[in-house]
């Protein structure tokens, strides 16, 4: 945890179906912001538990940005349906959006609030559906009414 919320300018990436976003448009929600590319072995032996959070937390004030870091597409595109990920996937092909949050390797993860601050990072894999973390995230994020 950070001393105090950073204000981080927006990621701009794109969807999965091309349309242009940035973590703005989940202002409202607590955001796990996760740098990740398909070749990473940490990535690739985080994303299970990615996942289960994700379905732990539906219904609450809470998302996932997870952006792939300078990939193709369809190679994305690719690796998403052969694991069957639902959580929200992000391209950032060229890692411009990228370089100055994962400037310190991937996967590289960051915490934001409601007001899209950062609140916490993390470099390197880690666990995220464990009881004592989806608890913490339940607090912060709230249920949705």
């Not at 809470?62 to 690796?79: G, H, L, N, R, Y």
Request: proline fraction near 9%.
């Amino acid at each position: 945890m950070f001393p105090a919320p950073e204000p981080i300018p927006p990621v701009v990436v794109k969807t999965m179906d091309g349309k242009t976003t940035n973590t703005g448009a989940m202002a409202g929600k607590v955001v796990l912001l996760n740098f990740w590319a398909t070749w990473c072995p940490p990535c690739k032996s985080e994303m299970p538990s990615i996942e289960a959070m994700y379905k732990k937390l539906k219904g609450y004030d809470f998302d996932i940005m997870a952006v792939s870091v300078a990939e193709k597409p369809q190679t994305v595109i690719d690796f998403i349906k052969e694991y069957k990920y639902t959580y929200p996937v992000f391209l950032d092909e060229t890692g411009a959006a990228s370089a100055p949050f994962a400037g310190r390797g991937i996967p590289t993860t960051f915490i934001l609030d409601k007001q899209g601050r950062a609140i916490a990072g993390l470099v390197g894999a880690r666990s995220y559906d464990g009881p004592e973390v989806v608890d913490l995230f339940k607090e912060m994020a709230e249920k949705l009414q």
